[in-house]
Every structure is written in C-alpha cells, then in structure tokens.
C-alpha cells in the first residue's frame, strides 16, 4: 500500500517483483504536477522495456 486519503482509505498500490506496476484510484479530470510524475514514470518504463 502506497497512499491512503485522509478517511483511510486505500488509493494506490505498488507491485512487489514487477518492473513497473502500480494501480492508483483518482480523478483524471482533476489536473495536478503530481499526477504527471505517473505518466513520467509510465513512459520511462516502457521505453526501458522496449530497449531490452
């Protein structure tokens, strides 16, 4: 378990062993700088794969 909001609840998680794997719950139509760091990090993942 990665985040939790501030009633508990559980909004995102990582994926031990995998090379990438999260799973979050948010609202995409709320934009934030934050947000972007998952798409970053998504991209940079895959190009890494592709390259192997």
Same mark, same amino acid.
Request: charged share 25%; proline share 2%.
């Given at each position: 378990m990665s985040?939790?909001?501030?009633? &508990?609840?559980?909004?995102?998680?990582?994926?031990? &062993?995998?090379? /990438? &794997?999260?799973?979050?719950q948010?609202h995409?139509?709320?934009?934030?700088?934050?947000?972007?760091?998952l /798409?970053?990090?998504?991209?940079?993942?895959?190009?890494?794969?592709?390259?192997?």
């Amino acid at each position: 378990m990665s985040a939790r909001s501030d009633d &508990g609840i559980i909004e995102a998680l990582d994926i031990d &062993g995998a090379a /990438f &794997g999260v799973a979050v719950q948010w609202h995409p139509e709320v934009t934030s700088t934050q947000d972007s760091r998952l /798409f970053e990090s998504l991209t940079a993942a895959a190009q890494k794969y592709r390259s192997n």
